[in-house]
């Protein structure tokens, strides 16, 4: 299957601080994609760097086979905390939507704005936090958009909105097979939904694959306290602990370990992000003091 | 037709919750011979999770010959589960003997926990060695 979006090499400052660095990876199309990370990883700034808003400061980015674009048809994008404009109607946004893009689905949009039971008269400054982003998503694929980048979405959504909103948003992609990429800081979010993992962490990205894979390949080993270099050879240490008796660790292999000494369990998606991010923050460490 | 849910924190992947949900509502006789499962898109709408979740549970269920997908129309169940009359009459008298079990198990003094652990591991055993033979 081909790649909606290939990046290689991409760094962006922001005048002395950097937001993303030399980061490289590819998106298979048709896959729901969840981009994680702690705050400020450089989540936001990996999504509008693929939907032109943002320009690298070095690297390449191709997005569905050329550069990124800014307003592309083809991409749709509900930034952060799901903007709309308070003082345009429900039926003002759809139009403007129409009158913006070529492609545009009214019936797909006035069909959504039914269902949701919006009323086209009011104000979008009036709409509840879930309404709001039904709106925003509402906008972004009625464009019929071949690729859909969504920035924190849910975040900011009481629980029923939020699972009203991935509704939405699953029953879109299952009709059309669009690729989908969301960004999130609550892996449980991007649990159910999401079959394609980045994890970002410290503006780096520290591990990417289908989700069924990493979770097929990733192990939680514990056993007494021993050298973590130890291990054998294939075999990646995610995270390591120790106390005065004993070892834990998550490893990444492809082969199943059979070790007698450890005891093997799986992780769910939580453990695993966890899990680099902590490596994150000890190898940033290493750097630090590297450097002195 | 059926209605899936799904258990966040039961450690079996989604794909293969819905695939003994389909099973377990074949042995209860909740879908029959001919009974159409929820589209993917009805599924996703209603669990909101990943369409291929979906896919690949269907992909399962027609690789174990239980279902038929029949492109534009959907996919229809195609077998039944439970066993015929003869294994389903086994039943009882082997939920007889297994009660009489768990008495004998409780008088011995284990405890709910031991006697879970003691019938998992037995289990696996027995299973493990059966397998073994015919490999």
Known sequence: MSDVVTIEGLTKNYGRRTALTDCTLDIPAGHVVGLVGPNGAGKSTLLQLICGLLSPTAGHISVLGAPPQSGSPRVGFVAQDTPVYAGLTVAEHLRLGAHLNPRWDASLADGRIAELGLDPRQRAGKLSGGQRAQLALTLAIAKRPELLLLDEPVAALDPLARREFLQGLMAYAAENGTSVVMSSHLVADLERVCDYLIVLVASRVRVTGEVEELLGTHHRLSGARRDPDTIGPGRHVVAASHTDVQSTLVVRSSAPIEDPSWSVDGLDLEDLVLAYMSEAGSSGRDRVLEKR | ?135
Do not use: C
């Open chain 2, 1 to 135: 037709m059926i209605e899936f849910h799904l258990d966040s924190r039961s450690g079996v992947s989604p794909y293969l919750q819905l695939v003994q949900q389909v099973r377990h509502a074949m042995r209860l006789g909740l879908l029959k011979e001919g009974d159409r499962l929820p589209t993917v898109k009805d599924v996703v709408a209603k669990v909101a999770i990943n369409p291929n979740t979906v896919l690949k549970a269907y992909r399962e269920l027609e690789y174990e010959g239980l279902v038929q997908p029949r492109p534009g129309i959907g996919t229809f169940v195609t077998s039944t589960l439970g066993g015929d009359d003869d294994s389903r009459a086994a039943h009882e008298p082997l939920r007889q003997e297994l009660t009489e079990w768990f008495e004998r198990a409780r008088k011995a003094g284990l405890d709910d926990e031991d006697v879970e652990a003691l019938l998992l591991s037995t289990f696996r055993d027995f299973s493990e060695e059966r397998a073994g033979r015919r490999g």
